[in-house]
C-alpha cells in the first residue's frame, strides 16, 4: 500500500521543492516505486526532474479540470523507479475553474486511489500557500512532512500550517498525520542555524526528523541540470542528507 507523503510549507524558499525532488528521488535509489506529484503551478518539481514544463502534453491541470485520466498524465521511469505527474502554469488556473464544483477538495484523491497500489511512496509538492491546490494534496496524502529553514523567522507561519492541517483532519481527512519536521539550508558556521533547531524543538510537539539538510553549493545547482542531487553529485553533502532522510522515512514507516 503506497504511503502518500505532502511537502508543504506556505512560506516560500525553505526548501520546499528541493525536498519533494531529492527525497522522492532517493526513495526511488533505494529501490521503492515512487511517483513524484507535482500540485505547485511554478512546475519546479516537474523541471527539477528533467521535464519540460512547457512541453508537457497532459498535466495535474488537465487532470483537475477532467479532461484526461490520470494514467494520461504520467511519465513513467524518468530515472529508474521514478515517475511523475508533472504540472506547469496552467494549474494556477484551477482556482477559478473549481469554483461551484461538487468535491473539489477530493479530486486529485479519487484519481491517486485508481493508481496508489503501483507505488511504495507518492510524493506531493505543494504550492507556497494554503490554497484549494494544497487542500487537495492534504486531502489525498497519509502525512504532511514540513520544511524549515534554519532562519530567524523558521517559526513564523508554522503554527497556521499546523491550524490547516488540523482543519483538513476536522473536517475532509481524518486520517491526517503530520509526519514531521525536516530541518534545511542549515548552516553550520553560524549559531543562529542551532539556535533555531533548538528553538523549534522547544516549541514543537511534532515529530523531528535526525536528518539535517545542510546548506549545499550542488544541491543548490542541481535543479538548472534538472538532475537530483543523489545522480548530479552522489558524493554532496546535500545528497548524502537526502539518502539519509530517505533511510528515516522508510524506517518511519516500518514501525
Do not use: W
Not at 524518468?78 to 511523475?84: A, H, I, Q, S
Not at 486529485?108 to 494544497?134: G, H, R, W
Amino acid at each position: 500500500m503506497g504511503r502518500i507523503i505532502a511537502i508543504a510549507n506556505q512560506k516560500g524558499g525553505v526548501g520546499k521543492t528541493t525536498t519533494a525532488i531529492n527525497l522522492s528521488s532517493s526513495l526511488a535509489t533505494l529501490g521503492k516505486k515512487v511517483l513524484a506529484l507535482d500540485m505547485d503551478p511554478q512546475g519546479n518539481m516537474t523541471s527539477g526532474l528533467s521535464i519540460d514544463k512547457m512541453e508537457i502534453e497532459n498535466s495535474v491541470y488537465d487532470l483537475i479540470i477532467g479532461n484526461v485520466e490520470i494514467e494520461e498524465c504520467l511519465q513513467r521511469e524518468v530515472f529508474e523507479n521514478l515517475d511523475v505527474l508533472p504540472s506547469n502554469i496552467d494549474l494556477s488556473a484551477a482556482e477559478i475553474e473549481l469554483i461551484g464544483v461538487e468535491n473539489k477538495e477530493y479530486i486529485i484523491k479519487s484519481e491517486v486511489k485508481k493508481i496508489k497500489e503501483n507505488y511504495d511512496f507518492i510524493i506531493i509538492d505543494c504550492p507556497p500557500a494554503l490554497s484549494m491546490l494544497t487542500i487537495n494534496a492534504m486531502t489525498t496524502a497519509d502525512s504532511v512532512l514540513v520544511p524549515i529553514q534554519c532562519e530567524y523567522y523558521a517559526l513564523e507561519g508554522l503554527s497556521q500550517l499546523i491550524h490547516t492541517i488540523e482543519l483538513v483532519q476536522e473536517r475532509l481527512n481524518p486520517t491526517l498525520k503530520i509526519e514531521g519536521v525536516v530541518f534545511t539550508m542549515y548552516d553550520a558556521r553560524t549559531n543562529l542555524s542551532l539556535q533555531v533547531v533548538e528553538n523549534v524543538k522547544d516549541n514543537l510537539s511534532q515529530n523531528i526528523y535526525k536528518t539535517i539538510i545542510p546548506r549545499n553549493i550542488r544541491l543548490a545547482e542541481a535543479p538548472s541540470y534538472g538532475i537530483p542531487i543523489n545522480l548530479y553529485d552522489p558524493k554532496s553533502s546535500g545528497s548524502e542528507s537526502y539518502m539519509l532522510l530517505a533511510e528515516e522515512v522508510i524506517q518511519k514507516g516500518e514501525k
